[in-house]
């Protein structure tokens, strides 16, 4: 869920993926469209896009083990770096769920 900052007149300035704020309320999927196709500063796109990479970087995380499990590529098919880069976020990921800090939908998907 989304939350919004709003102006004076009940607008839309800012989009916040967190709640901690008691200014800030939820935003309906209707709201959010039309606020994303209006004109707004560039900042408001970049956060909004660097929220979806984060999301993408774990669909990438997860596409890439179901394909090694598969057989479909090796990891030793990728370089070095990536292998490192993939096997440090497993790692993180593992020891979150070993200390309790479970994943939610929002961190899958």
Do not use: C, W
Not at 34 to 51: K, R
């Amino acid at each position: 869920m989304f939350y919004a900052e709003r102006d004076e007149d009940g607008r839309i300035v800012a989009i916040h993926k967190e709640s901690g704020r008691e200014d800030l309320t939820p935003v309906s999927e209707q709201e959010l469209q039309e606020f994303l196709t209006s004109d707004h500063e560039p900042g408001t796109y970049e956060a909004l896009l660097q929220e979806a990479d984060k999301k993408m970087i774990r669909v990438l995380d997860d596409l890439i083990e179901v394909l090694v499990r598969n057989n479909v590529i090796m990891l030793t098919d990728l370089p070095e770096e990536a292998r490192e880069k993939l096997g440090t976020r497993k790692d993180v990921r593992r020891r979150m769920q070993d200390v309790g800090t479970d994943l939610t939908v929002d961190d899958i998907l």
